[in-house]
Each structure stands twice: as structure tokens, then as C-alpha cells.
């Protein structure tokens, strides 16, 4: 009996890529929704196609839901499972949004289940790449460099939620023992290196496509794993070989993940992107290319033509835009935005408190929005309200007849008085203001996987792990003088502290703030109450922006949130562990 693969949302986008129809006798021969192994292994296009579909299981972060939204950067309003996530509540039956399976989330990049089937694809791959139809040995190379990228990548962000699990690189059949263990951190984290390492030496320095993996990729993912195994999570775990490191020589591990940021700095391909002169419009574009630039070492490219953008703003924008307002950045995140001198924002401090939005650092005003903040021109509904295309957030402004009216953009305003966000926050980063964003307008504009400005952060932390703080407060400065800010000059404790302040916001929203907070232990300082923030104005023409005076603003509660230790892990599903008895839950669940 012939094996097929039993894939047909598979089969019929191949059969669409390569102009099969039904009318070809020679497809009459097999079933029409199935494609048997020995026609993919023998064709290019095929195997080719087989492998973009891989790709697809490394999701992106720009769904409706955001990783953002399970940490201290945003407050996701539809719920969807996120409240349990931040109220540290979720269990190995009942993990919130982990186990709902939502597609319109990121979390089938990590979820047990789907991560292991991309795996399991990757395994098919490799193990029929050598006999295949593709003949040209450097293609052949470039696929099988492909394969171990994303075998390596799945296996990351398995890491990095669950700690060391089952290393599986061969193709199980129905009646092989299917019972096998979790491996160790330290295991998990050396396989996924020399597969990175693998990789790289296979791919070449350009991709043969764009969006494809190459030894840039490679070697940046290498070097965050590498950061990942070095840090205080990982390194004080002794008592539980599955989620750290029992003994060894952490400093050793410092060294290997510096050295691998090194390798991709030292390739001479990648800076940081410095087109526009105003850092704000920098900052801003550097996400909304539609391309790979300088900065850029992989991307998530979008087809129009196959409908698969994705829309930030819709899910994001303020509900006075007829947008859905979604993940909605909160006060904490807001505060930690440093002023343009340096400084630390501070209510306490009465100039800041009287006029919070001003003189902050310029990375602020390319990512919030914020009341006063200009968006772009409304729909033609809410423009004979304010036509001037202001964010409005305020509570309330009174009038000079004593009347008080909403802001358009607040869960009270006219336009919807539903999808408002509580905050007083919407997001700005990867929004295109030129688009109508709706559910039929969509953004075509990449998500970055991995950029230059993260292999810098990550040298830089490791720099401060072996106590080499020159290189790492150079690392920073570079990133701070492209963003307009001044260099900073911080030792010690406090250097530290710069750092993770300077990587919250430089890479804000772009998925790394949760793992961030859990390597770094620091669950129970930032998982507190989420805040947003209440504006009073007094107005003498509500049209007119120009004439409002007399703010004040207070932030205010929005949102339980609270912390658990065995929050630093996510719990591996309770189905899993009872189908498998050698699987070994997480602590504390």
C-alpha cells in the first residue's frame, strides 16, 4: 500500500502552486486530496512547497492576540484566556490561553502539541532529502539547512516554555514505543546549538528566497538559546535537571552566548537601521518596510495575493477609528519609557506628573499612542466630531457650559462604546497609518523574527554576565544613538538595571518581554496590578485641540494580575502526561 501525505489543505495549495487541476489523467491514478510520498520526494516543487509549509509553524507575533498581553507590556481586553495567564491561575488542565487553541494567537508556536508536529514534519524532511528528486547538491544543501534551522527554532521555543524536553529526530511509526522522556535542560539547549550550528554551516549568507532561513538566522538563534542557558532562571535550578542547570560553570556559559553574538556581529552583514534623519520616524519605519533592510536578519513576509496579511490595526487601533482596540499597552510600561535626557520618568517629580507625554524618549512616540498623540485622519463619522485626527483618551473635558463629553477613543465614546481599551493606551509600532485598517484592508509588511538590535542586547547582557562592562554599555550606546537617546555610563547593579530597562523598550511588543522576565526571575516584581491612566481636561471648543487646558492625569487600576512561581514554566498538558507515564510534569503543577 502506497503512504500518503494525508494533508488536504496541504494538497490542494500545492496542486494550486504548480497549476494541477483535476483534469490530468496522470492525477486519476492516486487520490485527488492526497499526494503519495513518493511523488513529493521526487519532485522540487513539491518538496519545496512541503518546506514553506513548515514555515508556517513559526507563526508570527502580529495576531490578535499578543505575547505582550501575558506580561507587563499590554492588557488584551476580549480576555481569550489571557486574564488567567497574568493572574497566575492557569494549570496543566486549565492553562488559559495556552490550551485554547485559538488560531487568531501565537501561542501554536509553543504549544506542545502543534510545535511537535512541525517537528515531526522537519524529521520527515531530512530523513528523504538525500534520496530526493532535488539533484542540485547545493539546493540540497540550502534545504537540509532550512530543515535544521527550523527543527532548531521549534525546538527553542519549546525550551523556552517548558524547559528540557523530548528530543525526537527520527519518524515514529504506529507501532514504535512512543513513551519517551523528557531530555534535560542542558541537553535541550546543546542539541538545539548544534543544530543552529549545523545550519549555518549549510546556509549561505543571502537567502535564496525571501523570508528564508540563512547563516545570519542560523547564528543569531544560536546566540539567543546561548543567552537563554546563561541566565539566573537557568542557573538556579540546581535541584531539577529538566529546568536548569544542576552545577557547571556559568561563566563558561556567559562566554559562549558573548562569543555567538560576536560570530553574527563579526559577519559584517547586518547594522542597525539609520534611513531617516528624525530618530521618532526611524524607529517607526524600521518596522513598516516592506523588505529586509540592514537591521534585518529573518523575517515573516506577507502575500497580498494569497491573503495572508495580517492587520495590527484593526485588532490594535482605538475603537474611535472604528478599530478594535485589543492589546492595549499599560501604565507600567508607559512610566518605564525614560525622558530624552535620560532620566527616569517620575510622578513625583511635578513637571512630569503635569505633562507626562512630553520630552520622552523618541522610541515612546513611535510606539504608543496616546491622548494628544496625532494617528492619522478618521472615518468620516467620527471627523465631523474631531476632525483633526487626535488620539482622544481623556475621561472626560468640560465644557465651558459646564457639559462634560468622553473621548472618542475612550469605551464611552460615540463611534463604539465597546471595543474601547481601559488603559488610555493604544498601540503604534507596527501600524501603517496610510492604510483604512479593516477587516478587508489589510497591512503587507513583514514581522521580524530576528534584527541586528537583538544580537547587540544580547552581547551586551552577556558582556555584564562576565563583568566586561565597557563592551556591553558600547553595545547600548549603539542602539540608544540611533533611537536619539544619550549614551549612558551606569556600572555595577545599575548597569544591569539600564540594560533590561533599554531592552523593555527597544524590543517592546516584538515577543521577547515574557521570556525576558522569566529568565531574568523577576516574576513577582513586574506581574503586579496592571494600571492605565485617567485624563480630566477642561476644553472651550471641543473640535479644536489647540484650546484644551488644565489637565490632570492619575493612573488608575485596570486589571488584576498577580504571581506564581511555577509561572516561570508553562505546565506541559495534562493529556500529554497521562498518554505518556515517562513525561515528568513541571514544578509546582
Known amino acids: 500500500m502506497k503512504n500518503y501525505l494525508n494533508t488536504l489543505t496541504l494538497a490542494l495549495a500545492l496542486g494550486t502552486a504548480l497549476g494541477l487541476s483535476a483534469c490530468n489523467d496522470a492525477l486519476n491514478l492516486n487520490p485527488l486530496d492526497q499526494i503519495s510520498d513518493a511523488a513529493l520526494w521526487e519532485d522540487p516543487a513539491l518538496i519545496n512547497a512541503y518546506l514553506n509549509d513548515i514555515y508556517l509553524g513559526m507563526r508570527h507575533g502580529l495576531y490578535e492576540v499578543q505575547l505582550g498581553s501575558l506580561v507587563d507590556e499590554t492588557h488584551f481586553i476580549h480576555g481569550y484566556g489571557t486574564n488567567e495567564?497574568?493572574?497566575?491561575?492557569?494549570?496543566?488542565?486549565?492553562?488559559?490561553?495556552?490550551?485554547?487553541?485559538?488560531?487568531?494567537?501565537?501561542?501554536?508556536?509553543?504549544?506542545?502539541?502543534?510545535?511537535?508536529?512541525?517537528?515531526?514534519?522537519?524529521?520527515?524532511?531530512?530523513?528523504?532529502?538525500?534520496?530526493?528528486?532535488?539533484?542540485?547538491?547545493?539546493?540540497?544543501?540550502?534545504?537540509?539547512?532550512?530543515?535544521?534551522?527550523?527543527?532548531?527554532?521549534?525546538?527553542?521555543?519549546?525550551?523556552?516554555?517548558?524547559?528540557?524536553?523530548?528530543?525526537i529526530t527520527e519518524v515514529y511509526a504506529l507501532d514504535d514505543d512512543l513513551l519517551v522522556g523528557r531530555n534535560t535542560f542542558e541537553e535541550t539547549v546543546d542539541f538545539i546549538v548544534a543544530e543552529a550550528?549545523?545550519?549555518?554551516?549549510?546556509?549561505?549568507?543571502?537567502?535564496?528566497?525571501?523570508?528564508?532561513?540563512?547563516?545570519?538566522?542560523?547564528?543569531?538563534?544560536?546566540?539567543?538559546?546561548?543567552?537563554?542557558?546563561?541566565?539566573?532562571?537557568?542557573?538556579?535550578?540546581?535541584?531539577?535537571?529538566?529546568v536548569g542547570y544542576p552545577g557547571g560553570d556559568r561563566t563558561a556559559r556567559w562566554r559562549a552566548a558573548k562569543n555567538a553574538a560576536l560570530d553574527v556581529m563579526n559577519m559584517g552583514l547586518y547594522q542597525l537601521y539609520n534611513r531617516q534623519g528624525d530618530p521618532v520616524e526611524n524607529y517607526t519605519q524600521l518596522f513598516l518596510e516592506n523588505g529586509d533592510h540592514e537591521e534585518i536578519i529573518m523575517s515573516r513576509f506577507f502575500l497580498e495575493e494569497r491573503g495572508d496579511g495580517y492587520?495590527?490595526?484593526?485588532?490594535?487601533?482605538?475603537?474611535g477609528y472604528r478599530n478594535w482596540a485589543g492589546n492595549t499597552p499599560i501604565q507600567q510600561l508607559v512610566d518605564d519609557y525614560e525622558m530624552a535626557d535620560g532620566t527616569e520618568f517620575d510622578w513625583g517629580n511635578p513637571e512630569h506628573a503635569a505633562d507626562p507625554y512630553e520630552n520622552r524618549d523618541p522610541r515612546f512616540y513611535a510606539s504608543i499612542l496616546y491622548d494628544g498623540a496625532y494617528f492619522r485622519p478618521r472615518p468620516p463619522e467620527g471627523a465631523e466630531i474631531e476632525p483633526q485626527g487626535i488620539i482622544q483618551t481623556f475621561e472626560e473635558v468640560t465644557l465651558p457650559d459646564g457639559s462634560?463629553?468622553?473621548?472618542?477613543?475612550?469605551?464611552?465614546?460615540?463611534?463604539?462604546?465597546?471595543?474601547?481599551?481601559?488603559?488610555?493606551?493604544?498601540?503604534?509600532?507596527?501600524?501603517?497609518?496610510?492604510?483604512?485598517?479593516?477587516?478587508?484592508?489589510?497591512?503587507?509588511v513583514p514581522w521580524r523574527f530576528f534584527r541586528y538590535a537583538e544580537v547587540l542586547l544580547n552581547y551586551a547582557e552577556a558582556s555584564?554576565?562576565?563583568?566586561?562592562?565597557?563592551?556591553?554599555?558600547?553595545?547600548?550606546?549603539?542602539?540608544?544613538?540611533?533611537?536619539?537617546?544619550?549614551?549612558?555610563?551606569?556600572?555595577?547593579?545599575?548597569?544591569l538595571e539600564r540594560y533590561r530597562n533599554e531592552?523593555?523598550?527597544?524590543?517592546?511588543?516584538?515577543?521577547?518581554?515574557?521570556?525576558?522576565?522569566?529568565?531574568?526571575?523577576?516574576?513577582?516584581?513586574?506581574?503586579?496590578?496592571?494600571?492605565?491612566?485617567?485624563?480630566?481636561?477642561?476644553?472651550?471648543?471641543y473640535q479644536d485641540r489647540s484650546t484644551y487646558s488644565n489637565y490632570q492625569y492619575d493612573p488608575i487600576f485596570i486589571q488584576d494580575r498577580g504571581w506564581q512561581d511555577r509561572a516561570y514554566f508553562v505546565p506541559i498538558p495534562n493529556d500529554e502526561i497521562q498518554r505518556n507515564s515517562n513525561l515528568v510534569q513541571n514544578p509546582d503543577y
Open 464 to 495: 555584564i554576565g562576565l563583568g566586561e562592562e565597557g563592551d556591553a554599555r558600547e553595545a547600548i550606546n549603539q542602539i540608544r544613538r540611533r533611537a536619539g537617546m544619550p549614551d549612558i555610563n551606569d556600572t555595577g547593579q545599575a548597569l
Open 85 to 167: 495567564v497574568v493572574q497566575s491561575i492557569t494549570s496543566a488542565s486549565a492553562a488559559g490561553v495556552w490550551s485554547n487553541g485559538r488560531t487568531n494567537t501565537p501561542i501554536d508556536a509553543y504549544r506542545w502539541g502543534p510545535v511537535y508536529s512541525r517537528i515531526r514534519q522537519v524529521n520527515i524532511l531530512l530523513q528523504n532529502i538525500d534520496d530526493s528528486g532535488i539533484e542540485d547538491e547545493d539546493l540540497r544543501n540550502n534545504v537540509k539547512g532550512e530543515a535544521h534551522f527550523l527543527r532548531a527554532y521549534f525546538y527553542h521555543n519549546l525550551l523556552r516554555a517548558y524547559g528540557g524536553v523530548p528530543i
Open 197 to 242: 550550528q549545523t545550519a549555518a554551516d549549510l546556509l549561505p549568507m543571502q537567502p535564496r528566497n525571501l523570508g528564508r532561513a540563512t547563516e545570519g538566522a542560523a547564528l543569531a538563534l544560536k546566540a539567543r538559546v546561548l543567552l537563554y542557558a546563561a541566565s539566573d532562571l537557568y542557573s538556579e535550578n540546581p535541584a531539577n535537571e529538566l
Open 503 to 541: 531592552r523593555r523598550i527597544e524590543l517592546v511588543f516584538e515577543e521577547h518581554r515574557y521570556w525576558d522576565v522569566r529568565r531574568w526571575k523577576i516574576g513577582s516584581e513586574v506581574y503586579e496590578d496592571a494600571q492605565g491612566i485617567q485624563i480630566l481636561a477642561e476644553a472651550t471648543n
Open 404 to 444: 462634560k463629553r468622553p473621548g472618542l477613543d475612550t469605551r464611552d465614546g460615540p463611534i463604539e462604546d465597546w471595543n474601547g481599551g481601559y488603559s488610555g493606551y493604544y498601540l503604534r509600532k507596527f501600524i501603517d497609518p496610510s492604510i483604512n485598517h479593516s477587516t478587508s484592508e489589510k497591512q503587507i
Open 311 to 319: 492587520n495590527p490595526g484593526l485588532h490594535n487601533g482605538p475603537n
